[in-house]
């Protein structure tokens, strides 16, 4: 299972970035998928994923109103697109699958056993 992330890099506050994870069609049509941050001396955290049942979404309520999670199966790519970027969203953030993705399971309440490397995201003026 290969999960590779793109689109990180340096931001000013308030600005965007819109995050790419190249996954496999399989993990996306039957995995919970979603993206995870790390930032400087904090735990791992779930910022937002999609359910494999029923594509519902979760999101953490630090980005809800400005995180758009979404995925194209065509492609197959997960992505992030993240508006209004605060410095307190600084991190790296990595994307991950759960293979066993119960049915009818809240996505944030998953086993995520395969992860990307991450990618850096670094809010700054």
């Known amino acids: 299972v290969q999960l590779v992330e793109s689109g990180g890099g340096l931001v000013q506050p308030g600005g965007s970035l819109r995050l790419s994870c190249v996954a496999s069609?399989?993990?996306?049509?039957?995995?919970?998928i979603g993206w995870f941050r790390q930032a400087p001396g904090k735990d791992r955290e779930v910022v937002s994923c999609i359910a494999s049942s029923d594509s519902s979404t979760y999101y953490a309520d630090a980005v809800k109103g400005r995180f758009t999670i979404s995925r194209d199966n065509a492609k197959p790519t997960l992505y992030l697109q993240m508006n209004n970027l605060q410095t307190e969203d600084t991190g790296v953030y990595y994307c991950?699958?759960?293979?066993?993705?119960?049915?009818?399971?809240?996505?944030?309440?998953?086993?995520?056993?395969?992860w990307g490397q991450g990618t850096e995201i670094t809010v700054s003026s």
């Open positions: 069609k399989a993990i996306l049509d039957y995995y919970h």
């Open positions: 991950a699958a759960d293979p066993v993705a119960m049915y009818g399971q809240n996505c944030r309440e998953g086993t995520y056993e395969y």
